[in-house]
């Protein structure tokens, strides 16, 4: 069988969005992109994220879960979501945001659908430079996710012909990865990034901390903010 | 803070169940019990599970999840559980009653519900002799999802606290981990085995033979079939 799916986790926001259009144009994979809602603040990026699996048109699942211990800040919750400055961010303790297990979660899943559909690859947008601290996004996690590939499903233990983890992402920093998008034609004015959930980025999160900041290093508008006129 | 908690997964089967007796009276862990409502054929199990956590005086959490793609016979729809020999069972490919990534998805809420129980300690009754082949019951399997425990999890990563998978019935026959049940005094009458999902074990579906190989291997009868008069 010809190496030709893959499943991305899609979450609507900017990097996920990029490792998307990597898949697509760099691989040129027919691509089956995974969404979660799983309580999260800012379902929003749901929408964002279902617009450009149309767009692009890759087949798609939604996932429907919660995490019956929550645990995060990320998630609905009355608790404020914490606002830090750049140089905090990704340097301390994990942070209040970080929801247990949840990439964990998403690439069991992933396994799951790719054994189904026969797939040999599974695409996600982590990055352990310009990030928050989560300890799923980094790369000795993702080597541990890919033997568990190999060992815990039917492609790996019998097919012989496991299951690859790709993180395109995972070395370059924010600003490495926008331009990447931006040369692969990424509409970055459909993704979404903020944590809070509201009708605009808060621009205090991690998330938009983060997207701001790259944005700024390779000195281009981000087409999801409204200018000043 | 004292390594004295336990989440241990909870089918409500033999296995399982004869786990929870070993970490609560051997270990002496104070027991988290967690189940999973998959749409599996025999929620049935599910019974079993919260009576005997609630025998043992266990906190418990039910998950409900689905799996959009299917992908398993173990799965509620219109086709028939296979039924095989004894000499079939677990010496051939994978059966269709495997289901895509199962024990990696039921550990990836584990590890979640872990790190926000601050939990060093999860035990999960797999096996890999007298069992139907799955991969995800493996030796290797399970050491992979040991490293994943370490590094994708805010015990792991931060506090230096690795949580630990167990797997105490890995390496037993369906008969040694009966014996060890009955010296632990794990009610089996209480316990469902049976895949089929009616009233009474099928006494067909590979959990059927097991179980019942198990029994007869010891000389006892099983305390949840009824003895004809």
Chains 1, 2 share one sequence.
Not at 25 to 51: I, M, N, P
Not at 90 to 115: E, H
Not at 173 to 201: F, H, M, N
Request: hydrophobic share 35%.
């Amino acid at each position: 069988m010809p190496d030709t799916k893959a499943i991305v986790l899609l979450s609507g926001g900017l990097d996920s969005s990029t490792a998307l259009y990597w898949a697509l144009d760099r691989k040129k994979w027919d691509c089956h992109c995974l969404l979660f809602s799983y309580g999260q603040r800012h379902d929003r990026e749901l929408t964002s994220a279902v617009r450009l699996a149309r767009r692009r048109k890759c087949p798609y699942r939604v996932v429907t879960m919660r995490l019956p211990w929550g645990g995060s800040e990320l998630l609905k919750t009355k608790r404020a979501l914490p606002s830090r400055s750049l140089h905090t961010i990704g340097n301390t303790s994990i942070p209040s945001t970080y929801v247990p297990a949840r990439n964990t979660i998403f690439l069991s899943y992933a396994l799951s659908w790719a054994d189904v559909l026969q797939c040999r690859n599974i695409v996600m947008g982590v990055n352990a430079l310009d990030y928050s601290g989560y300890p799923d996004c980094r790369p000795a996690y993702c080597r541990a996710m890919q033997a568990v590939a190999r060992q815990g499903t039917r492609m790996g233990a019998e097919q012989r012909r496991p299951i690859r983890l790709w993180t395109p992402l995972i070395r370059m920093t924010k600003a490495q990865i926008i331009r990447l998008g931006i040369s692969l034609k990424v509409p970055y004015e459909d993704t979404w990034s903020c944590y809070a959930g509201r009708r605009i980025p808060c621009g205090k999160c991690d998330s938009c901390r983060l997207r701001e900041k790259g944005f700024s290093e390779i000195g281009r508008a981000d087409p999801l903010i409204p200018r000043s006129s």
